[in-house]
């Protein structure tokens, strides 16, 4: 009878690595199964913004279902992702024929999908601060206002206070769909419609 401890062990993370080159082929590979589940409907009928509206809450849905992938995505240093490909290509499809350039037309797609990315940022983030406070956001700042009543004098700045002294329906998804269609308006002139 030997000793259980006499064998070698190994750390888990040296099995995940047999599967994997290192952590960052794991996150690549994480973030390419996210994507393979991505459904992107491009039916040319629709029109481009409905298109364009479409493709950005698919994605704004999918950061809400996996809040780490907005920080995990690299706008600098886009990642090699073959499932990402067909958000792309929705994108661009949305816009072809629309008489913007091809430059245009993927520089439109990268503010797109940032501004998402952008707002998505703020999941993880409210997640751990929602673990660790044990309030959500409505409740943190429901908790913040009366200070803010005593850091910002009323006199200076008047607009503010007004503000505060109101209920605000603060929501990521409000914020989004208010920024989706800013952003949709403005494509809406570069492209004349």
Not at 90 to 109: C, E, K, P, V
């Amino acid at each position: 009878h030997r000793d259980l401890h006499s064998f070698p062990t190994r750390r888990s993370s040296d099995l995940l690595y047999r599967h994997v080159a290192d952590k960052d082929d794991l996150l690549l590979q994480m973030m390419n199964v996210v994507f393979t589940e991505i459904r992107f409907v491009a039916d040319p009928a629709d029109g481009w913004r409905p298109r364009l509206e479409g493709s950005a809450r698919t994605m704004w849905a999918c950061f809400r279902r996996h809040p780490w992938l907005a920080s995990a995505l690299s706008m600098t240093r886009p990642q090699l992702l073959p499932a990402a490909i067909p958000f792309t290509e929705a994108a661009l499809a949305a816009l072809d024929g629309r008489g913007l350039d091809l430059d245009t037309m993927f520089t439109a797609h990268l503010a797109l999908l940032n501004f998402v990315r952008g707002m998505a940022i703020n999941l993880e983030a409210e997640a751990e601060a929602q673990a660790v406070t044990g309030l959500d956001n409505e409740e943190w700042l429901d908790a913040q206002v009366p200070q803010l009543h005593d850091l910002v004098p009323a006199a200076d700045y008047p607009i503010f206070q007004r503000l505060v002294s109101q209920e605000y329906d603060f929501s990521l998804d409000r914020i989004f769909e208010f920024g989706l269609q800013r952003l949709l308006d403005g494509l809406a002139t570069l492209i004349r419609e």
